[in-house]
């Protein structure tokens, strides 16, 4: 397994290094990030779903998932009572994970893409909750714009309507249910299939130079992004091991569901984050930042140990 993961360090370390040298700036990353997130990726997982057998028991995954992370937000916002933490997106990165722009790369540098799938049988619950709670949320906090607190569903239902991933996992997944991949010994099937890999190919080498132009730290002020990630992790992998015991293991998911528990458990909280916060504080953004940017860092080094030990 280590063979596999230092291609994935060595170009995200490039990506860092290529940042600071001027030749990848944050323009270009976010172009980058645009291919993947628009095409790519969404490639990918529409090519991997439509192989895949749906069983109901995933239907208990989904919303197994979506409570977790709406537990995990109350946590937050109970642990920011207790410790008088007046950083109001303090909670809000305390649930959630960033499946879509590191996931997915990590899991497929792993297990290979045509196990994408297995990782978005996984993930499906928590894209619902960032849509429906985590996106609406950070809307109704933007002061002084008290019409997107009252639109916060609305927006973030039209912000999932035009995300090609939501729709690839979507299209990907009733053709499933619908038996196409009963078509999988066709000739059309098969060179549709051939294209859809070339196309989807780039994803991790795109993914991982955007990964290494968006570790940028300021190190003031980093005790409490030290801490929420700390704690975030203790609470997220808790939660994980609960899950694997008392749903994963009574419903009878395979090994590699679990394993995609663990890896998407370990990722930090969603970038969209940022995207709807509206005029933040300077402070607000360097809290952000920072704590994305050391919960990625921690993320890659929770993937070296995972895949390694188990």
């Known amino acids: 397994m280590l063979t596999n993961l230092i291609p994935i360090i060595a170009v995200i370390i490039a990506g860092y290094l290529l940042t600071k040298a001027g030749f990848l700036n944050d323009s270009m990353a976010?172009?980058?990030?645009?291919?993947?997130?628009?095409?790519?990726?969404?490639?990918?997982?529409?090519?991997?779903?439509?192989?895949?057998?749906?069983?109901?028991?995933?239907?208990?995954?989904?919303?197994?998932?979506?409570?977790?992370?709406?537990?995990?937000?109350?946590?937050?916002?109970?642990?920011?009572?207790?410790?008088?933490?007046?950083?109001?997106?303090?909670?809000?990165?305390?649930?959630?994970?960033?499946?879509?722009?590191?996931?997915?790369?990590?899991?497929?540098?792993?297990?290979?893409?045509?196990?994408?799938?297995?990782?978005?049988?996984?993930?499906?619950?928590?894209?619902?909750?960032?849509?429906?709670?985590?996106?609406?949320?950070?809307?109704?906090?933007?002061?002084?714009?008290?019409e997107k607190g009252k639109n916060g569903l609305k927006m973030a239902a039209i912000t999932a309507v035009k995300s090609p991933v939501v729709w690839a996992i979507f299209f990907g997944l009733a053709l499933s249910i619908a038996g196409i991949w009963k078509l999988e010994d066709t000739t059309v099937y098969n060179i549709a299939d051939s294209v859809f890999d070339v196309i989807s190919t780039p994803t991790s080498f795109l993914i991982c130079l955007v990964i290494g132009n968006g570790i940028k730290l300021s190190f003031k002020g980093m005790k409490t992004e030290l801490l929420t990630n700390?704690?975030?992790?203790?609470?997220?992998?808790?939660?994980?091991?609960?899950?694997k015991f008392f749903v994963f293991d009574q419903i009878g998911m395979d090994a590699i569901y679990t394993k995609a528990l663990f890896i998407m458990f370990i990722l930090p909280a969603p970038f969209v984050i940022p995207a709807f916060m509206h005029n933040p504080s300077e402070e607000d953004k360097s809290y952000v930042s920072n704590t994305l940017s050391i919960g990625t860092l921690f993320a890659l080094a929770g993937f070296v140990i995972i895949t390694t030990l188990f």
Do not use: H, W
Not at 100 to 108: C, D, E, H, V
Not at 230 to 243: D, K, N, P
């Open 230 to 243: 700390v704690a975030r992790l203790a609470l997220t992998l808790t939660f994980a091991v609960i899950i």
């Open 30 to 146: 976010e172009n980058l990030k645009k291919l993947v997130v628009n095409v790519t990726l969404p490639v990918g997982l529409f090519s991997s779903f439509i192989k895949i057998r749906f069983e109901l028991k995933y239907v208990v995954v989904f919303a197994t998932i979506y409570v977790t992370c709406l537990l995990l937000l109350n946590i937050g916002k109970l642990l920011a009572k207790i410790f008088k933490v007046k950083n109001r997106y303090f909670p809000a990165m305390f649930t959630g994970f960033e499946a879509g722009m590191i996931g997915y790369t990590l899991f497929a540098v792993a297990y290979g893409r045509d196990m994408y799938s297995t990782f978005g049988i996984v993930d499906i619950g928590q894209v619902s909750f960032v849509f429906t709670i985590l996106v609406p949320m950070i809307l109704a906090m933007n002061a002084n714009n008290e």
